[in-house]
């Protein structure tokens, strides 16, 4: 079977729909935030740029269903770095570069707040 091609004619279009799927596979609420916080038109018109096939007569992206695949993982990724990101600024989980895996990893806190505010255990003394 042959691939298709496509030509993108509203750009805008595009992107912002595409956003909003790839943010909408990440939170079920991406509706209620912001996805210009996430990432930019202009950042996804570069994604767009970076992973098409060319560009046709009217000066249209060209797409195939593995491009619009990419942009679309691309896009989830980036929101989801992002996220992640904006929790580590906020101190609500850690994060690090890994060098052997070479990005970075992000885990959640401990509550050392919680684990001071614990009683401690006492042992029982023996009586001899």
Not at 80 to 86: D, E, R
Request: charged letters at 30%; hydrophobic letters at 35%; proline letters at 2%.
């Amino acid at each position: 079977m042959e691939d298709k091609v496509y030509a993108i004619t509203d750009m805008n279009g595009y992107v912002i729909d595409m956003r909003k799927a790839a943010a909408k596979q990440i939170s079920e609420n991406a509706d209620k935030d912001d996805l210009d916080l996430y990432i930019s038109i202009d950042q996804m018109i570069g994604l767009v740029e970076s992973n098409c096939l060319g560009y046709d007569d009217n000066d249209c992206p060209l797409l195939n269903e593995d491009c619009n695949e990419q942009i679309f993982l691309e896009t989830a990724s980036w929101i989801n770095n992002v996220g992640l990101a904006k929790l580590a600024g906020q101190n609500l989980i850690e994060c690090a570069w890994d060098d052997e895996i070479n990005e970075m990893v992000f885990w959640h806190k401990e509550d050392t707040q919680n684990d001071q505010q614990k009683p401690k255990r006492k042992r029982k003394r023996k009586n001899s």
